[in-house]
């Protein structure tokens, strides 16, 4: 019986346009380019998601990752780390919906600690969960089990009475793997993608548990103009 939903942050519940913030800060398209391939494609970027560097420590790393053409981006970067982050417009009525049909809501994230403390004014969306663990706070990260052990653990969750959404294959598979039911998310572009991409999922997965769909859910899920 599916009790629970469990959702990544980063590309599920906000975007994380670091590309964007710094072509608006006057990065060349080259500075991107660099920057995506040495720093946020490097391993660095996940140790740093892991909590195993102080801050400044990792900021000279990746800095140093970089070169010196382009790495006085990196600090930038990382100290405006909340510029880089917004919620989606679905994030807030999917939630509802959600809480509304009676699921508990949890969030298992790989993020840093400065940069959640940086973002975290954005994420009031929070406030509809149940729980929340990061990785720079068990120095774990998806898709390690024990990651999601962790998870279950604090918050007394059974696995198969969980179904995981996060953006990345592995993670969804990691998940599923510990008994989870993960769900790879793809990203709806569009309004009218709403229901598909972010309730059809919940159904069906009700559907092959053999749950009845709740009435919060069998109306489509579409644009609020008056809310966020």
Not at 22 to 30: A, I, N, P, T, W
Not at 93 to 108: I, M, S, T
Not at 118 to 138: N, Q, W
Not at 151 to 162: A, D, M
């Amino acid at each position: 019986m599916i009790r629970n939903i469990v959702f990544d942050i980063g590309m599920v519940l906000i975007d994380f346009d670091w590309s964007g913030f710094l072509r608006k800060s006057g990065c060349s398209e080259e500075g991107i380019a660099v920057i995506g391939e040495r720093a946020v494609k490097n391993p660095l970027w996940r140790t740093m998601d892991q909590g195993l560097y102080p801050e400044e420590e990792i900021t000279r790393m990746l800095t140093d990752s970089v070169g010196p053409q382009y790495g006085n981006w990196i600090p930038r970067m990382l100290s405006h780390y909340g510029e880089m982050c917004r919620p989606f417009a679905y994030t807030g009525p999917w939630l509802r919906r959600l809480k509304e049909a009676g699921f508990g809501l949890y969030v298992l994230s790989n993020f840093s600690s400065f940069g959640f403390e940086r973002s975290r004014e954005k994420f009031a969306f929070l406030e509809l969960t149940d729980g929340l663990l990061l990785s720079c706070d068990v120095r774990l990260l998806k898709p390690d089990p024990a990651i999601f052990a962790a998870l279950c653990g604090k918050y007394g969750l059974v696995p198969g009475e969980c179904l995981f959404f996060d953006d990345l294959p592995e993670n969804a598979q990691g998940a599923s793997k510990f008994g989870l039911h993960g769900q790879t998310f793809v990203y709806p572009r569009r309004p009218e993608d709403w229901d598909a991409a972010l309730l059809e999922p919940v159904r069906e997965c009700l559907r092959r548990a053999g749950q009845p769909v709740p009435e919060a859910l069998q109306t489509p899920l579409t644009p609020d103009p008056g809310r966020v």
